[in-house]
């Protein structure tokens, strides 16, 4: 059964640092990964799908790497902003349940001024 | 504007009632889906739809019902017989369910809560 973790579940950084995040997933047999950015109280926001056949994606000062093997993907943000912070979700969809995501319990950042 | 709508916002049900949510896309996609969000948990699947007149459930559909009438419009209901139904409602769309096609898409949400 897939799981997917999320690690550190919160995150404080200062203005202006490069940051990672983490998701880890049980099983290789994933299709495609997606990175969601959550704020407070609303719905999901979809930032980077990367494909099981690619090692990573860039959208502006987010870059997501994928690496199957060891069954992990991160998601780095350079040049950090107030306006970053949110909860960031992870979820992986396999090749067996393709319909479906799992998803991870996601990792709560706070950007400080 | 294409996007998906959900509604209402907010809900609040009395023990024993039955709630309908609103789930609503305009982005031409044949599959639907709804999840569940509880808090500092991931999102945890309840239906989903692959196209018109067809639905499936997810891992956790029991006191829950779901209809496909139009391609558009995917409504949840909450039945009385779903034991803990407080958490945040999310409504997501894809092109397909099949991989390749699946990127989701997500609505804003709607927040039940059961007084």
């Known amino acids: 059964k897939q799981e997917v973790t999320q690690i550190p579940a919160a995150l404080s950084v200062p203005e202006g640092e490069n940051l990672v995040l983490n998701c880890s997933f049980t099983?290789?047999?994933?299709?495609?990964l997606q990175w969601f950015r959550q704020d407070p109280g609303k719905g999901l926001t979809s930032l980077l799908l990367?494909?099981?056949?690619?090692r990573e994606q860039t959208s502006g000062r987010l870059n997501a790497s994928l690496d199957k093997s060891s069954g992990r993907s991160t998601l780095y943000i350079a040049a950090s902003q107030p306006g970053d912070s949110a909860t960031y979700l992870c979820?992986?969809?396999?090749?067996?349940?393709?319909?479906?995501?799992?998803f991870g319990s996601g990792t709560r950042l706070l950007v400080r001024p | 504007d294409g996007g998906i709508t959900q509604s209402p916002k907010y809900l609040f049900r009395k023990e024993g009632q039955n709630v309908t949510l609103s789930c609503e896309q305009n982005?031409?996609?044949?599959?639907m889906y709804w999840y569940r969000q509880d808090p500092g948990q991931g999102l945890r699947l309840i239906y989903y739809?692959?196209?018109?007149?067809?639905?499936q459930k997810g891992d956790i559909a029991e006191g829950y019902s779901v209809s496909r009438e139009k391609k558009e419009s995917f409504p949840l209901t909450v039945t009385s017989a779903q034991k803990n139904p407080t958490a945040f409602y999310l409504c997501?769309?894809?092109?397909?369910?099949?991989?390749?096609?699946?990127?989701?898409?997500f609505g804003p949400g709607t927040r039940l809560t059961v007084l």
């Open positions: 997501a769309s894809s092109i397909a369910v099949e991989a390749h096609y699946n990127e989701q898409f």
């Open positions: 099983d290789s047999a994933i299709y495609n």
């Open positions: 990367i494909q099981s056949s690619q």
């Open positions: 979820a992986v969809s396999s090749w067996d349940s393709s319909y479906k995501l799992i």
């Open positions: 982005l031409n996609h044949d599959a």
């Open positions: 739809s692959q196209i018109v007149n067809d639905f």
